[in-house]
Every structure is written in C-alpha cells, then in structure tokens.
C-alpha cells in the first residue's frame, strides 16, 4: 500500500500522457484525477483502520516508506484536499486544464512520498518535488501577477534548498546516515553537539520558509492571492502544510527527539505568527490575501502544539492539522466561487451576497466559526487540545493563543459583514450561485468540518484508551 501511494498518481499521469493529447478530453482526464484522488482517500482510510485499530503500529514497504496513523490521516487529508481543488478545476483556463491536471498529480505523488519516507535526504527529494510543481502550477496561466507570486515562492524555496541541504550535510557527518532512526539515535548520544545544533537551526529554518511563518511569510499572500483558484485551494489546504508543517512535525518528534532548544524557538515563532498573521489579516480588503494571513495565523498553532513536545500537544496539532486543511480549503472554495461570479477580490466591492451565493454564505460561516474555534465544530477542539498543552509549559503564551482568537473573529466578522450582509453593489447585484462542481465541494468540506467536531469526543475516548494521551 506505501508503494500504491506513489504509484496510483504516477501511473494516472502516464496514461494522460500515453498518446496525443487530442485523444484524451479534459474531461476524461479530469475523471482519471478524480479516480486518482478517490483511490488514495480509500486507501488511506484502510490503512487508517489497519494501524489505528489493528494489530499493527506501521505499514512498511522496504527500508524507507512507512505509514503509520500519523502518516495515514495525512494521506487521506491530501486525498481529499485533491480531489476538491479538481471539483473547482473548471475555473482553470481552457488551455490550461490539462497541463493543471498532470501537475496536481505530480504534486499528490510527491506529497505521498514525502509523508511515507523515513530518510531525511528522500524526504528533502520529495519536498523539492512538491516545491518545483507547485511553482509551474502557480504560473500556469502565464498572467503578470501569477508569475510574480511563483516568482517570490521560487526564490525563497531556492533560500530554503540551500539551508536544508547544510542542515542534512551536517547530520550525515554527524550520524554518517541520513536515516531517522540512525540520526535520532546520534542526538540522543550527542544532542549537545555544535554541529547538531548548528543543523537543527538551519533545517527549522528552511521548514519556517516552507510553511510561510513569520519572519519568513512574505511569499504567502502573493502565491496564495494570485494564484488560479484551484491552485489556492490546493496550496491553502495542503501543500504548505505538508512540505512545511507536516515535516515539522515528524522530523521534531522522531529525529531531534523533541529537543528543547529548537522547542524554544518553535514557542516564539509560533506565538508571533499567530498574532502577526491575525492582526495583518483585519487590515485586507483582497478576500485570498485575508485568506493567506488567516493561514500564517493559524500555522502558528501546529507549531505551538509541536513545540509542547507532548503527546497532548502533538494529537492536537495533528487534528489541527487536519482542521486547517478541511476549512482553510472551503474558504479558499468560496473565495473561487465568488471570484469566479463576481470578477472581483475586492471586499469592498461585495456585498449582500448572502442571498444570491446561499450555499457559499452558509459554507463560509461554518469556516470561520471552525477557524475562530467556536464548539462544537471540528477547530474548536484541535485548539483546545493545543491551548492546554501550552497551558502546561507557560501559561502566559496559552493565554495569548487564546486572546487571538479572538482577533480571527473579529476579521472573519469584517469579511462577512463586506462580503455576504453588507449594502449590495452595482457589481453584485446580478450575482448568482456558483457552478454545480463548486457546491459539492462547498458541501462536502462543510460536512466534514461538522462531523468530525462532533465526532472527536468519541475519538478523544478512543486515543486514551489505546495510550495516544
């Protein structure tokens, strides 16, 4: 199943890819994606059965690909996010669609590797993988703004390349592997080690540039703003958090052995860009760049979780995780649908769309509540997991996670009160419900977001009882 994972979205993109492209149809070949997509999220749910009630911690396929829950709830997160950047992939330009198709693929294949591997050179491979698609697919439309935002992404990951290259340098001199549980075993012998920490400094570093954390954020907005709408969906929903947060969390956790210097920095770097992220995004009238500053904010909780270096802190990053995924990815829907039947980003050009966009109104509320961690839906749990794990190491930082949520309502409150209950405008006074595609999408995410905070007392019960807390 680990190989599958790879190999499902590989092989969709070579039977794309097999003959002319005038025998295949974007329809067909946007079916082949779905399929792809749908596969992955079956898998991924087996395999969630399998080591998360089943007699086994872990799924291995030779030396280097894993899975285990933590591994499994990921790849069915990217199953899901995928197949909902495709729903809304009609909003791609016609001459673009194909090419969208065959590089989100490439993106999932690379994503999948990158969850599995347990290398943290192969995990280096597959993380440029990702960064090197995502930076064509920002940029597929060839428009000024689109290259511009590809443009500072591709310069900052180049920034990031050459520090986490040092970073694996430094520990395959130190353990003579790259291999986690072979540089794992040589922290726990001499964690104190310049070199070490000298590489645990410079591969932080990278992954802050990848998950677009304050101080290293300056390429979000622009990539996440200008993008096409399904690439915003699938940067927002996932890919940041994947190549950036997601490696966080594994390699913090299992190769720095939840080192308390690197701990010490994640609290700052977490802390600040939850407030900074927060209080930037009150000032956006761009609905996708109060998206993209929403996103920084909401990062910095992973990373406070994380950098707990609890078992309590580290299940509530991962459902938050999850969360950020499932309603940053319908914000990013409904900022699509709107774009698409409006022409505009601008705030301040909308208004009363509540009654023309029903389903993209009712969508958004359930989105901000879950991002602003109103009960009972899913991000009110995930943060309050993260706020008492941090509670346990210092109050005061768990009281300022707290006090900024209250800045995420008071921006999402902006942007509804402008967008969907403000005076209507001469642009939207025609405006009507998004395309069929879109409100599935809009659905589905809604859905999961009410679920799964419903759900997650049963879940919480279920991860006592097998020791997760």
């Keep these: 199943m680990p190989l599958l994972m790879i190999g499902i979205p590989l092989l969709a993109v070579i039977l794309l890819n097999l003959g002319p492209r005038r025998w295949i149809s974007k329809q ?46 990921t790849l069915f997160t990217i199953g899901l996010v995928a197949m909902i950047s495709l729903l809304v992939s009609r909003d791609a330009s016609e001459g673009s669609r194909f090419s969208f198709f065959n590089l989100l693929l490439l993106i999932v294949a690379g994503m999948n590797g990158l969850v599995m591997v347990t290398d943290v050179f192969s995990l280096y491979v597959f993380m440029e993988t990702v960064s090197a698609a995502s930076f064509v697919l920002i940029a597929i439309n060839k428009r000024g703004q689109e290259l511009a935002g590809a443009f500072k992404y591709y310069m900052l990951s180049a920034v990031a390349t050459v520090l986490m290259l040092t970073a694996i340098c430094f520990l395959f001199l130190c353990a003579g592997s790259t291999g986690f549980a072979e540089v794992a075993a040589c922290v726990s012998a001499k964690g104190n080690s310049p070199t070490l920490i000298a590489a645990f400094l410079l591969f932080t570093s990278g992954l802050m540039i990848k998950c677009g954390m304050v101080p290293f954020h300056t390429w ?44 010490n920095v994640l609290f700052a770097l977490g802390i600040v860009s939850i407030l900074v992220g927060a209080l930037v ?3 956006q009238d761009d609905f996708k760049r109060m998206l993209a500053y929403s996103s920084i904010s909401q990062l910095g909780y992973i990373v406070l979780g994380v950098a707990t270096g609890s078992p309590l802190g580290f299940v509530g990053a991962l459902f938050h ?55 009972p839906l899913s991000g009110f749990w995930s943060k309050l997991l993260i706020v008492i794990a941090v509670w346990r ?27 969907f209950f403000g005076k209507p405008t001469e642009e939207t006074r025609e405006v009507r419900e998004a395309g069929g595609n879109t409100v599935l999408a809009q659905v589905i995410l809604s859905a999961v977001n009410i679920l799964a905070g419903l759900a997650f007392p049963l879940l919480l019960f279920y991860l006592q009882g097998i020791g997760a807390l």
Excluded: W
């Design 281 to 283: 995004a009150i000032g």
């Design 393 to 419: 190491v210092s109050p005061a930082l768990a009281m300022v996670a707290l006090a900024a949520s209250i800045l995420t309502l008071a921006y999402f409150l902006v942007m509804q009160r402008k967008v």
């Design 220 to 263: 979000v907005p622009d990539a996440y703003s200008n993008a096409p709408a399904p690439v915003s969906v699938l940067l927002g929903g996932i890919v940041t958090k994947v190549s950036g947060v997601y490696v966080l969390m594994r390699v913090y956790r299992d190769v720095f052995l939840n080192n308390a210097a690197v701990g």
């Design 321 to 375: 995780f999850f969360n950020h995924a499932t309603f940053k990815s319908l914000l990013f829907v409904d900022a699509a649908a709107i774009e698409t039947q409006t022409g505009t980003r601008s705030m301040s050009h909308m208004g009363g769309l509540a009654k023309r966009m029903p389903y993209t109104g009712v969508s958004s509320i359930i989105a901000f509540l879950s991002t602003a961690g109103i009960p």
């Design 28 to 73: 067909t070949a946007l079916y082949t994606a779905l399929a792809a997509t749908a596969l992955q999220m079956a898998l991924a749910a087996y395999m969630c059965f399998t080591v998360g009630i089943g007699s086994v911690s872990s799924i291995r396929f030779v030396e280097k690909l894993s899975v285990d829950l933590f591994s499994a709830v």
